[in-house]
C-alpha cells in the first residue's frame, strides 16, 4: 500500500512538487510571521519578573516623574527604574544606523536588569558622567565603537542633540538582539529640556513573577482617580504594544497567516480533488480487486497527507537554514527586536498546520473514492 | 456431476437514469457449474456486463438471488463482500485496467497484499501466475511497456493470482487484435481444462464464444438460448 501512494505520489511529479512546494512557501511565510511575532514580543529577553508601567492612553503619552516613588512603595517591588524612548537620528536615516536609544537612570538601571553583565568599572563610569552611555556587546561590535568614543544623536522627538561618551560594555546571557541597545543618563535631556519630569515608563522587578498579576492591580489601581492613569503589564506583553503603536501587528500578521493558509487550502484541495478524480477507474479496480472502502479512504488520504508533511518538513527546514540569516538582515534593517529562534513553537505549528492541510484537502476526494459504486468508477473510463 | 459453483434465481435490475426507470435484467435464471467455460453473449445493453458485475459482487441485484460457491452474495454487507471477492473472483476487463505505475509483478503482488502472505509467498505466486501467462520475462515492465496483448495477460494473471474459484471476464478481447484476441482465448481455454477454472466470459464476438464450452444468450435482459460446444 504504502508502494503504491509513493508511486501515485510520483505520477504526476511535477504537480506534486509544485504542491508540496507552494505548501512549503505558505509555511515558510507562516513561519516567519510566527517568529517575528515572538521576537517582536521580546520573549527572549523579557524578564518573567518585570512589568512594565506606562500610561493608559498610549505610550505617546508620558507619566509624572513622581509616579517612581509611589511605584517603588509597592510590596513585592524590588528595583525600579525610568525608561524613556528617545530615537533621534545617529549619523543618518539608514536603517543600518537605526538601533534603540533609552534614557534611564544609572542609578538605579542595573537593579532592574540583574541578568545584564557589565564591563568592569562600566556602572561608576556612568554614573559618575552625565553625557556617558552604555551599549550592548553586539551594538558595540557592530558599530566598532571602543570605550572614550564620543557619538552625537541629533533629537526628532525631542528638540536636543545629545553628545555621548561610551563609558562600558554589557552583554546579555542569552539574546544578542537584547545587546543592540544604547543607554545613557536621562537627565541630561531632562536638564537641556527644563526638568519637566515626564516619563515615558516605569521598568520594574518584583521579588518573583507569581506576585506580577498582584502588582499590576495595584499599580493601575493606585492611579485611577489621577488625570494620567496607567497600565501595567509585563515586559513581553509591552514589546508587543511598544511595537503595536504601529497598529495591530498580532491581528495583522495572524489575518495574513490566516489568508495564506486558506488559499494554500483550497489549491492543495483542488490538487488532490483532481489527482482522485483522474483515477476514479482505478479506484474501483482496487475495490473490485477486495480494497475495502475504508482501505481506499486510507490511500487517498496518506497520500495528501504526505504532500502537507513534505511541504510542511521543506518549509521548517528552510527555517532551520535560514534563520540565523533572515535574523541578522533584520538586524541590519533597523529591526531590532529579538533573534528570529525557532523554539518548540514554530516548527509545532508549521508541521500541525502541514498534517492537518493534508488530511483537510484529502478527506473530501477520498470520502469520494471511498463512497463511489464500483460499477460507476469503472463506466467512467471504460 | 460437478458441482453447481454459481447458482442465479429470478434475478432482476433496474436502474434510474433522470425520470426513467430501465429493466436491464428481468428475472434471470441461470446455474454454473464448476469447472465450466461459459460464454455470455447478447447485443449491447442486453444486460451481460450487468450480470457479469451482479456475479462479481460489485453491484447488488434489485431482486433475487445470487449464490457464488455456496455463499448468497445478499447476506454479506459491503466489507464481507470486499473479502469474498478478493477471496473467490478474479475479473479480467476489457481496458486489462491495470495499474499504470506499477510494474507487471507489482500489479500482481497488489491483490495478494491484503493476505497475510509473507513476502516469499507472495512472490512464488506471482511469479507462478506470471509463468501461466508467459510473461515471466516481462515482471519488471511497467503496463506502456507492454502492448495490449501483454497488458491483457497481466490482467488475467492477477485474476488467477489469488487463486479464485470463479474467474470473470468481461470483453476480455474487446480491445485487441485478432492474433492478440487468439492469444487470451487461448489462455482462458487452458485456464479452464489445465487448471480447472470456472470461467463466465462476455463477449460480442461468435468465434471467442465458440472457444466456451457453453453459450448463453442474453437480449432485453432476459436469458433466451443456450449452446453447447
Redesign the interface.
Known amino acids: ?1 504504502i ?2 501512494i509513493r ?2 505520489l ?2 504526476n511529479k511535477r504537480r506534486t512538487i509544485l504542491t508540496v512546494l507552494s505548501i512549503a512557501i505558505a509555511l515558510i511565510l507562516l513561519a516567519f510571521l510566527d517568529l517575528l511575532l515572538a521576537a517582536m514580543s521580546g520573549v527572549d529577553s523579557a524578564n518573567a519578573s518585570r512589568l512594565v508601567v506606562r500610561h493608559a492612553i498610549s505610550l505617546t503619552f508620558s507619566m509624572p516623574a513622581a509616579y517612581e516613588q509611589r511605584l517603588a512603595a509597592l510590596e513585592h517591588v524590588e528595583g525600579i527604574t525610568i525608561m524613556n524612548w528617545f530615537q533621534g537620528r545617529y549619523i543618518d536615516d539608514r536603517p543600518e544606523n537605526f538601533f534603540p536609544r533609552f534614557g534611564t537612570d544609572p542609578d538605579t538601571f542595573p537593579d532592574v536588569y540583574p541578568e545584564l553583565e557589565f564591563s568592569p568599572g562600566a556602572i561608576d563610569a556612568w554614573r559618575a558622567e552625565r553625557t556617558a552611555f552604555i551599549a550592548g556587546g553586539a551594538l558595540a561590535e557592530e558599530k566598532g565603537w571602543e570605550p572614550g568614543d564620543v557619538i552625537t544623536i541629533e533629537g526628532d522627538i525631542y528638540p536636543v542633540d545629545i553628545e555621548l561618551t561610551l563609558r562600558g560594555i554589557f552583554t546579555h546571557p542569552t539574546d544578542e538582539a537584547a545587546e543592540r541597545v544604547l543607554y545613557f543618563d536621562w537627565q541630561y535631556v531632562e536638564e537641556a529640556l527644563g526638568n519637566p519630569g515626564a516619563i515615558n515608563s516605569f521598568y520594574i522587578l518584583l521579588d518573583s513573577p507569581d506576585n506580577m498579576n498582584e502588582t499590576i492591580a495595584q499599580a493601575e489601581a493606585m492611579f485611577e482617580n489621577s488625570p494620567d492613569q496607567v497600565r501595567a503589564e509585563t515586559e513581553a506583553a509591552f514589546f508587543l504594544s511598544f511595537i503595536e503603536m504601529m497598529g495591530n501587528i498580532q491581528f495583522l500578521f495572524s489575518a495574513i497567516g490566516l489568508a495564506v493558509i486558506a488559499s494554500i487550502f483550497f489549491i492543495t484541495v483542488n490538487t488532490m480533488a483532481m489527482a482522485a478524480r483522474e483515477r476514479t ?2 479506484v474501483a ?11 481506499v479512504l486510507a490511500i487517498v488520504l496518506l497520500e495528501s497527507l504526505s504532500v502537507g508533511v513534505l511541504g510542511a518538513a521543506m518549509g521548517l527546514a528552510f527555517m532551520v537554514l535560514t534563520a540565523g540569516a533572515l535574523s541578522s538582515f533584520l538586524a541590519s534593517q533597523g529591526m531590532t527586536f529579538s533573534e528570529l529562534r525557532l523554539g518548540e513553537r514554530t516548527p509545532t505549528l508549521v508541521m500541525g498546520i502541514g498534517v492537518s492541510l493534508g488530511l483537510a484537502a484529502g478527506l473530501v476526494p477520498a470520502l469520494q473514492a471511498m463512497n463511489m ?3 460507476d468508477g ?1 463506466r467512467r ?2 | 456431476m460437478a458441482e453447481r459453483l454459481v447458482e442465479i434465481s429470478d434475478v432482476t435490475k433496474n436502474y434510474r437514469r433522470d425520470a426513467f426507470d430501465i429493466k436491464v435484467l428481468a428475472g434471470v435464471s441461470m446455474d454454473v457449474s464448476e469447472g465450466e467455460f461459459v460464454a455470455l453473449m447478447g447485443p449491447s445493453g442486453s444486460g451481460k456486463s450487468t450480470l457479469l ?1 451482479l456475479l ?1 459482487g ?2 447488488r441485484p434489485t431482486s433475487g438471488n445470487i449464490r457464488v460457491a455456496g455463499q448468497s452474495l445478499g447476506a454479506l454487507n ?2 464481507q463482500l ?2 469474498w ?3 473467490n473472483v478474479g ?1 479480467v ?3 486489462y ?1 491495470l ?4 510494474t507487471a509483478y ?1 500489479n500482481l503482488e ?2 495478494l ?2 493476505t497475510k502472505l509473507s513476502r516469499a509467498q507472495r512472490r512464488r505466486k506471482v511469479d507462478l501466475a506470471l509463468e501461466v501467462v508467459g510473461l515471466a520475462d516481462r515482471k519488471d515492465h511497467y503496463p506502456r511497456q507492454l502492448s495490449g496483448g501483454q497488458e491483457q495477460r497481466v490482467a488475467i494473471a ?1 485474476a488467477i493470482v ?1 487463486d479464485p474459484r470463479l474467474v470473470l471476464a468481461d470483453e476480455p478481447t474487446g480491445d485487441l487484435d485478432a492474433g492478440s484476441a487468439q492469444e487470451i482465448l487461448d489462455l482462458l481455454a487452458q485456464l479452464n481444462e489445465e487448471f480447472g477454472k470456472t470461467i463466465v466470459m462476455v463477449t460480442h464476438d461468435p468465434r471467442a464464444a465458440e472457444r466456451a464450452r457453453r453459450e448463453l444468450h442474453l437480449d432485453k435482459g432476459r436469458l433466451h438460448s443456450a449452446a453447447r460446444h
Open positions: 500500500m508502494k503504491l508511486r501515485n510520483l505520477r477507474t482505478e479496480v482496487l475495490r473490485t480487486l477486495g480494497f475495502t472502502r475504508s482501505r459504486k464500483i460499477v469503472l473510463v471504460a | 458485475n462479481a460489485i453491484d459491503d466489507s470486499a473479502g471477492r478478493h477471496r475479473f476487463f476489457q481496458f485496467h495499474i499504470p505505475v506499477l507489482e497488489l491483490p497484499t491484503l492477477r489469488t
